[in-house]
């Protein structure tokens, strides 16, 4: 059990260096912003992090033009609801270090991402993605017997980067023994396509056979994309998650445990791989 | 967790390979590079302050040095200067001035602006004032012209008033003249009336002289006569019929004119010898029956109104009529002569009756009773009754019973003082007339209802009630009598028929048709044989089968 | 509500097709919206499949005459929640909350398959839509 803690505290602590330039098309100075660099947590979301970025970039734009920040990497604009880790596992998994994203104030691309007014959004969702983990695992009784205060430690924990007081509320959400077991896993998988371009794939699948046997990752990417197992075709992908790439023996009750983030879902990309890579 | 030592570990190491890779290169890069970033902002921000600095030293410089140079030239562009500097404050003086001025004209445009708004404010209330002016000549006039119309009107009334006055005046000499004219007829009738009452004494005089003058002849002549007294001969009173049993007629036996309009009232005298009748024309007449023949006896007058009801003396000497001139009136049967006329009431006169041979008791319309003595010729007993009364009858001197108006027969005493009676009865309908019966014991009573009733008076209550299918009591004064033996009753209906009545059978005995009116009284002859009655036309009809 | 189901279940048949309505919709109006969702070689493949969503009003939010629709399971919360805007006559600036399950709002880009899948029940999912937030 300290290993699985271990873990937990290495995942906690996943960063990513990120460096942050501002588009040129929108550069209205005559001098040239510097690149900002940041380390940011995997577990967090760009929003809450980006007020560094937002105060050194602004001062370069046009102050009659422009609207939301927003943020790209070679060409893809980056969804702020995704936590920060699944965004560059998706997209920067093989990238350089650090991740080069691109800063926006102008054309939003409304088609694609969604408005983030505030913080405060940014938390609506955060607390509307937990109780649908929460729905899947306890059918949402465990987050429902919370009271609000609690629903704020998890919140500050996160958004403060502070270990000890998320787990403290949090772990009550990641019961699983007796009465409280989980009913299924919450996940999500991203499939990405060559284009870049990704599908959501989630789906109910529960804890243990009907056998009584552990559903394994496997298990789960075979009921999760039937398609691809079928044909045998995992083998093309890499399956991503924090980062890592787990064996696929790997209990899917012990990932959702471990390693889902803090909106207490599991996060796997599958990316393709390159033709040339060993 | 032996078993899964593979997979845990191999994430273990993944995960911490990945942190290595991903953070530790960069964590202290990132690091000095935030913080030599946020370094040279700040040299930034101070290199701006600097500049800013540097370029006001520099103006401070240059401003120091061109004084320096100038010193050269002094003396002159001193003195220049100071011409210049004179003149430049002269300069401000005269600025300083105009505006001063300037503020002077501004201050005055807006005393100006104030009078001339001052000015419009008169002129407008002036204006007002002068449409008030207006207004009120125009009341002004108004009023005037409602003076002139009302002083007009008064003159007019005044005018009326004094014609009035005039005509007023012109009436009370009239009047005054009338008065006069009055006083002297009223003094001429008296004188007039004085002269007839001495010549009434001298003739009264004359006619006692004669009489005693022809007594004392025929004493004179009886004593020289030799009588014969005829010792059977009865007494020398009026003879009075004894009814024994009375027979019902069954036949007109004569049928005639009597009046000029209706006949009210019908009695026969007390010894059945004659008849009176009484009606519309204001007449009494006196019939005697003879065989078939009916003859006038005679012809009282004097009443101003028709006869209502008749009653004789008890000795035939007298007879009283009511009238519906409110007074009722005595005449002597033998000289036909008006003896008493009897004014008091304030109604018609239903009924009058002798109590004695000296006091009549009437009933009138007005609600009272009054008893009159013939002696005094005076009222000596008004009675309240209460309602009007429309017959009465006498019994032993003092007694009255009178039937009225309310439904009510009334019993009197006239020796009692007060208004209250001794007693009453209350019938079914109005009272129309009332009958004695010959032993006083019992009453006739005829009602508005169509029915006769007889009260025992010993008893105090009906004792028979009479009813006939045509019989109808055709007005107030509808008279029903008794047969002299009481075995009777006979009753005038409104349909023209006279109706007789079986006592003691309780049935009609017979009706008798003659009469083509209402039939409105009749009476029965003491001798029990014959009746006589009379209608609303102008008959009377004498029914005897003799 | 039971009762309610039941009467939805015997009009199965006729259960009209949100795109049908909306294409109906658009056709009256002349401002084209419901941009055509990207379709990955997997959408395409499941494209003609379509799910049942049953759509309740909460809170003050007007009722629906026809709250059962069939909507394709690549159609995402937002789309739903347009049409629904459309459909009570809302302002397009006014907003529309979706709950699952009575507790939580998905993320407007979340497809309904992946919600139908997992959320769904006797063959259909129960959306609830208000005008405020609701729910947490």
Redesign the interface.
Known sequence: MA??R??LK??W?????VCFELANEEIYTVEHP?P????VPRLSYFPLVTDKVFK?MIKYVDPDNHSEMWLEYEGQPL?W?YPIGVLFDLYGHQSE??WKLTVHFQNFPE?EL?HCPNKDAVE??F???L??AD??KHR?QAI?SMQRKD?KTLWSGLMNDKFDQFWSVNKKLMENSGEEAFK?IPFRIY?T?KSS????????VKPSEDTGENVTLRHLLDVAVP?LSEKGELDKYHVVT??????L???AV?MSEH?SYPDNFLHICLIPRVENES | MATSADWKSHIHCQLHRRNRKQIDPFISLIQTNNRLQEITSQLHLKNVHLQVEVERLKEENNHQIRGDGLGGNNASTHALEQKLFKLQEELTEMHKKRGENSQQIIDLNALLQEKEKEIQHKDAMISDTVTTNIALKQAKKNLEMTIAELEATNQMLKDEHQALQMAFTALEEKYQKAMEDNNDLVQRWMEQKAKDADKMNAENADFIKARQQRLARDLEEAAKEQVTVDTNKGPLEVYIPVCVYASVPSRAQNVFDAHEGEVYSVQWSCSGGYFATGGADRKIKLWEGHGGLCESKGTLVGSNAGITSLDFSQDDLMIVGASNDFASRVWTINDQRLRHTLTGHSGKVMSAKFLTESKIVSGSHDRTLKVWDLNSKACVKTIFAGSSCNDLVSSHGTSIISGHFDKRVRFWDIRTSGDSSINEILLTGRLTSLCLSTDKSQLLCCTRDDCLKILDLRMNQVSCTLVSDGFKVGWDSARAVFSPDVEYVAAGSSDGNLYVWNIAKNKVEKVLKEHSHAVLACSWNPAGTSIVSCEKGRKVVLWSDY | MSEKEERDNESDVSTPTLAAAEAAESDSKTTSESPKLPSSPVVKQKSNSKVDILLKPAGDAPIMKKKKWTVERSRKIAGVAEFIKKFIKMEPSESLFLYVNQSFAPSPDTEIGSIFDCFGSDGKLVLHYCRTQAWG
């Open positions: 290993e699985d271990e873990i290495e995942i602590e996943g960063k990513i260096p510097d900002f660099f940041l380390l050194h969804r609801h270090l650090p088609d969604l609506s969702h607390m509307s993605v109780k649908e729905a899947l949402g429902n629903h299924y499939l396509s371009e990704h599908v959501v794939i989630q789906k109910l398609d924090q980062g890592i790439e787990p064996l023996e790997t209990p012990w390693l």
